[in-house]
């Protein structure tokens, strides 16, 4: 009988995969949508019940009625679900790919119990506007993981109300408002300082906040000198909002520094924790001397990210910014648990109801599942997996990680391509573009790129080595191709149906069409989409 | 002659151009110079860079027709990497001049190629600027010592591919770059006088990302607008504003509904002109009778805020408007496009210098800021 790991590795190294994605070349179901055909047939009103109902529709205001009727794909179920499958078939998901190239995003394994645990009649029945006396238990659970996370950050209050990453860091910034408000300097405090690779988010949420935004540009060593902070802080300042470390894997030491010159013009400061996964049981935000954080509980506290399920965040302050915090909060008299609105200095709300129910309790799961020595193994493993793949990935031709040079990450790099551009003429997205023939994904960075040619590799703790050696291989096997046949991968991709964009549309609006009726208006100039 | 279907490129090689640098002469302007250089052993470096950049448009040969001048000044490339250019005009060989450029560059105008790319360094910028001013679509493949102008490609190989991207279609956004003239005797002597020349009209890569979480970043243009939205908010009417070079400060003029000498400093009142193309003197007398603010925008590729292209506004009117007083604006794609390096100030005035240096504030934006570094 034949030894089959020969046929899988070299060297103990796994050979790159025969991959063939299936390719559907699949309609938009409006397309495919055939007049006449159902998939449900709702059978009619009987007549006793009619009578005793009533002409519904004589009850909603005549302004709110539908002219005519919706006009909905008309398909059978089991050409809907053929349409589904196929698309599914059509993506690198997290559970089909190492998907460690998504980088900033913290593609971690999100435990399918928990899903289950998730999807429990007991959870996923019950409703937000039911009596707080009968969902004493899932109030328990946040209350009790707010505790989790004032234990991790080092936090006096949490609110797990938000909807999300952004939400969060924009209830953050509205905080930091109130805050200054209460002290009569909100006129005046009117900036909040960033760096430019920080979470974008950051910027953005101060400046829908209304603040401006002042952003810092790095050194050498990947984080800004203390002179240009200094430059930046002044009687405007409002605060300081900002990732650590950065999006570039870099841990800025003189963080206490930062947060020390801020406080003392006045401004408070945010710790984006977004990505806390290198961190975890090692630094506290409270510690360095925060005053507000967030953590995104589908990134770190691994529910599903991006299209596999909704975001949470999660916001945590110091004691004397928690009566700003958002309505409702959830308290506990030894007894009971109750929601909190009668808090008269508070944001308001952030979202509609008390937070994210299924993503907190996935969060509080996984959490529990791993306990406190496990939550800083995952921190330690996280960064090991990291720290391999740099050591490794350097190694390949083209590829560097700019500043602090020869110095290591947290978990995760931004990684920059700029030489094999140069050499070869093949760019950072078409090294992604090739991956993608070889089954995994691969992304280059968020704008602007202040990195060339980036690309950022994330390798989270959820991934054994033999895996991150095949991602390696990949990536190097792409490089070689560059250096030796460029059309190959400039032409990718081959085997997968991930196909080339053509960007320049994204700028402009004419060019959109998010819905189907925009796009028959747009494209078929159909008056009957309107 | 007319040509129909494909899509004409344009090629002058400045077959001298880079000559100078290697051994250490600072420019290749001047016969004596190239001669030296030549004596020196110098070899033209302007042929390889033009063969790299070709050599990213090999994918497109049958979608473009080249039209060039005879041998070094174009068809040896072309050739070289495997295409069949038309050649037009006449030279003489191993002595080609600035004028054989400014031949070329009128000729290829009048042909209506889509467009011009030269090998060269400022100088061969300067001699297609006085051949077509901004009536044609150009781009530079970095070829010379001296290159201070913002219209040559990051290297030969970015150059060919921009051209091959816009040749095909799928860049069609062009800008205004900056023609420097960095005037190479006095740079010889140990000081740098530079002048801004005029503009040239360059195809534009606006930087997008893959589908992601952003979709793409608004492109210059529109932080241009964004900023000066932002400045002209901010104004006020007994202050006077001494307005420097350059595309980011034309965008506020034109906010304000005035027309901006865009190689010179326009100065305003009470959102009304009241200095056109101003020099240092009319500057320092309109300073006489009110206080002010100078709005400068990084000229060119190199980051120079102070000293190149705008030395109207000279030290006496640095020190007389005040430190605090100086804007400076640069879109967050001119600020990347530095890699870090600093913006630089060189007044001529060491003290001047001085106190420029440090972090600063520049407006990179409505509402938005970036801290960045000056040196000297």
Not at chain 1, 427 to 442: M, N, P, T, W
Not at chain 2, 118 to 125: E, K, L, M, P, Q
Not at chain 2, 177 to 191: P, Q, T
Not at chain 2, 298 to 305: K, L, N, R, T, V
Request: proline content about 5%; overall charge negative; aromatic content about 6%.
């Amino acid at each position: 009988m034949k030894d089959i790991t020969e046929e899988r590795y070299v060297d103990g190294k796994p050979k790159l995969r025969r991959f063939h994605q299936a390719r559907w070349d699949e309609p938009i179901i409006f397309e495919l949508s055939n007049e006449g055909e159902r998939g449900i047939l709702v059978p009619e009103v009987e007549e006793e019940l009619k009578g005793s109902v009533g002409d519904v529709l004589s009850r909603i205001p005549g302004k709110m009625l539908r002219k005519k009727r919706p006009e909905l794909p008309e398909l059978s179920q089991p050409r809907v679900l053929r349409h589904y499958v196929r698309l599914s078939q059509e993506t690198l998901g997290t559970d089909l790919n190492i998907d460690v190239g998504q980088g900033t995003c913290t593609m971690k394994y999100s435990p399918k119990v928990n899903e289950q645990i998730a999807r429990m009649p007991q959870v996923a029945e019950i409703h937000p506007l039911q009596d707080e006396e009968t969902v004493q238990g899932i109030l328990e659970i946040m209350y009790k993981f707010e505790q989790i996370l004032k234990e991790i950050s080092g936090m006096d209050r949490f609110s797990l109300q938000p909807g999300g990453g952004s939400a969060a860091i924009y209830a953050n910034a509205s905080i930091i408002r109130a805050y200054h408000e209460s002290r009569g300097e909100a006129d005046q405090r009117d900036e909040i300082i960033t760096t430019i690779f920080s979470h974008p988010s950051n910027a953005a949420c101060a400046r829908t906040a209304g603040f401006k935004v002042i952003t810092l540009y790095p050194n050498e060593d990947g984080y800004p000198d203390i002179q240009a902070l200094s430059a930046a802080v002044s009687e405007r300042t409002a605060g300081l909002m900002i990732t650590n470390p950065e999006d570039t894997g870099i841990f800025n030491p003189k963080i206490e520094e930062f947060v020390d010159i801020v406080h003392e013009a006045g401004g408070l400061c945010a710790y984006d924790q977004a990505n806390a996964n290198g961190i975890l049981g090692i630094t506290r935000a409270r510690d360095a001397g925060f005053d507000l954080c967030q953590f995104n509980l589908h990134k770190t506290f691994s529910a599903p990210h991006g299209c596999g399920g909704p975001a949470a965040g999660a916001i945590g302050v110091a004691d004397e910014l928690g009566k700003f915090l958002p309505v409702p909060v959830i308290e506990f008299d030894g007894s009971k648990y109750r929601l909190n609105y009668d808090r008269p200095e508070s944001i308001g709300k952030i979202r509609s109801f008390y937070g994210v129910v299924p993503v907190v309790l996935k969060a509080y799961a996984w959490v529990m599942s791993l306990g406190a020595e496990g939550l800083k193994e995952v921190a330690e493993t996280a960064v090991l997996n990291n720290n391999y793949v740099l050591k490794k990935l350097l190694e390949v031709p083209g590829v560097s990680a700019p500043y602090a040079k020869g110095k290591r990450r947290i978990e995760q790099v931004r990684y920059s391509w700029e030489k094999l551009a140069v050499d070869t003429g093949v760019h950072s997205e078409e090294i992604g573009l090739r991956a993608a023939d070889f089954g995994v994904h691969y992304w280059t960075s968020h704008h602007p790129w202040i990195v060339p040619e980036p690309c950022t590799i994330e390798p989270t703790e959820s991934y054994s080595k033999s895996e991150l050696d095949e991602y390696v291989q990949i990536i190097r096997n792409v490089s070689d191709e560059a250096y030796k046949n460029p059309e190959l991968v400039k032409t990718a991709p081959h085997n997968s149906t991930i196909h080339r964009i053509d960007h320049a549309p994204l700028d402009d609006p004419s060019q959109w069409a998010v819905t189907w009726r925009a796009y028959r208006k747009k494209v078929k100039r159909d008056k009957a989409g309107e | 002659m007319v040509w129909v279907g494909k899509r004409r490129l344009g090629l002058i090689v400045n077959p001298i151009a880079g000559i100078g640098g290697r051994v250490g002469l600072k420019g290749s302007d001047g016969e004596d110079v190239q001669r030296k250089a030549l004596e020196f052993g110098a070899l033209p470096q302007s042929l390889n860079r033009a063969i790299q950049a070709l050599e990213r448009m090999k994918s497109i040969r049958g979608e473009i027709e080249i039209i060039t001048y005879p041998s070094e000044m174009g068809e040896d490339a072309a050739v070289a990497c495997g295409f069949d250019p038309i050649v037009i005009g006449s030279i003489q060989k191993g002595k080609t001049t600035s004028e054989d450029t400014k031949n070329a560059a009128k000729e290829m105008s009048s042909l209506g190629v889509d467009l011009l790319l030269f090998a060269g360094g400022d100088g061969t910028a300067r001699d297609v600027y006085d051949a077509v001013g901004r009536a044609m679509l150009v781009l530079g493949i970095p070829a010379g010592v001296k290159m201070h102008s913002a219209v040559f490609a990051v290297n030969p190989g970015s150059a060919g591919e921009l051209a091959a991207s816009f040749l095909r279609g799928i860049v069609n956004s062009e800008r205004d770059a900056e023609v420097m003239d960095v005037d190479e005797e006095s740079l010889r002597k140990g000081f740098v006088s530079a002048k801004l020349y005029g503009f040239l009209r360059i195809p534009y890569q606006e930087r997008l990302v893959q589908g992601a979480k952003i979709p793409s970043s608004a492109g210059d243009k529109e932080s241009m607008n964004a900023i000066a939205c932002e400045i002209v908010d901010g104004m006020r009417d007994d202050c006077l504003y001494i307005i420097g070079p350059g595309t980011t400060t034309r965008a506020i003029m034109s906010k304000l509904g005035l027309s901006k000498t865009l190689a010179g400093v326009d100065v305003v009142l009470g959102r009304s002109l009241v200095g056109k193309d101003a020099n240092e003197a009319q500057i320092l007398k309109l300073l006489e009778k009110r206080s002010a603010k100078i709005i400068v925008t990084p000229i060119g590729g190199q980051g120079y805020i102070f000293g190149r292209g705008n030395q109207q506004i000279s030290p006496e009117v640095i020190k007389k408007v005040g430190k605090e007083n100086i804007i400076v604006v640069a879109t967050p794609e001119k600020i990347n496009s530095l890699r870090g390096r600093p913006f630089l100030v060189d007044t001529g005035d060491q003290e001047v210098d001085r106190m420029l240096s440090g972090y600063i504030r520049v407006v990179s934006g409505f509402n938005e800021q970036i801290i960045y570094k000056v040196s000297h």
